[in-house]
Structure formats: C-alpha cells, structure tokens
C-alpha cells in the first residue's frame, strides 16, 4: 500500500495483524472515517429534514454550539469564515435558525454592534431528544474502552480536527 489516501476498495477488510487487534494503517482508518462520516451525515440530514432546515443550518449549529465552549459566543462573521458562505447566505441561515426557535442574537454589551450566536434553549432541547440515540450509542462504545484508551482517542480526533482545518486553510 502506498502512502497516498485510499479512494476505493474491494470492500474486504485488510487481514487482522499477528496480534489479533484490529489493523491500524492508512486505510483501516480511511475506511472507518468515512463509515462514521457517512453515518453521521445521515444522522445530520435527518435531523435537518425533521426541522425544516437546510444541511447547512446544521453545520452553523454544530458551529455555534462549539464556538460557546471554545472561543466563547460566534459571531455572524466568524460564522461565514467558517462555513465559507456570503453573508447573505449566513444572514438567511441565521434567519431560518432563529425562526424556527434554534439561536438567538444578542449584543455585546460594550460594543452594540456586535452581534453573538447562541444556541436557544428550545433548540437545545429539541437536539438533545433527537440526538440522544446517538448520545446513547457513543457512550456504549465509550464504556469499551479504558481511560488510557478514551484519552488516546481523544487526542487522535484533536490531530485529526486540527490536521482538517489546516487543509480547509491552506484550501481558501
């Protein structure tokens, strides 16, 4: 194999190592990203369908929902930065989202221009009931691994984020 990103395959998994562990090359790990990618695009697109928005309402979602625990509230700019979207196309994604009950808009306090993302608690809810089948799977296959595991885990998804947005950068 060489080490250039698999675009296909027979379907066939690799042969497990010696070891009887499951193999852990480039396209063992192709392979399972893009499962768990498509898996959770259809997840998304259910939920998207389920709440009359667009799949890219979701993504701006997700984005506001991590940009409150990250680098505290998004705002419409950071957004579109990070959607990649005109801002007319951000202003009517934030316009359906607020609609429908999912974010509110509010001003920062010293500077009344500035506008912050947040997720509204009825969006809130309306995610958690819808995603906690997933929430449930996630921690079944959590409660597999140990704390050593989980924690190496967690820093290759970190490697793999900041690995994406390096490439989404060096793409604009």
């Known amino acids: 194999m060489t080490d250039s ?3 296909g395959g027979t379907g066939e998994s690799p042969e497990p190592p010696a070891s009887g562990g499951p193999p852990a090359d480039l396209q063992s790990f192709a392979v399972q990203l893009r499962r768990m990618n498509a898996a959770f695009n259809r997840v998304t697109h259910d939920f ?5 928005l667009h799949q890219t309402d979701v993504l701006a979602l997700i984005a506001i929902l991590d940009g409150d625990e990250r680098e505290g509230p998004l705002t419409p700019g950071r957004l579109r930065e990070h959607l ?3 801002s007319g196309a951000v202003t009517a994604c ?3 989202l607020e609609r429908n009950g999912h974010i509110r808009r509010t001003r920062d306090g010293p500077d009344r221009r500035v506008v912050h993302l947040h997720y509204a608690p009825h969006g809130m809810a ?3 009931e819808f995603f906690r089948p997933l929430a449930r799977s996630t921690d079944a296959a959590r409660s597999r691994f140990d704390e050593d595991e989980l924690r190496t885990i967690v820093r290759f998804l970190g490697a793999m984020n900041e690995e994406l947005a390096d490439l989404l950068r060096q793409e604009r």
């Open 126 to 128: 309306v995610a958690r």
């Open 94 to 96: 934030l316009d359906r």
């Open 48 to 52: 998207a369908r389920s709440q009359n």
């Open 84 to 86: 990649n979207l005109t």
């Open 5 to 7: 990103y698999p675009r």
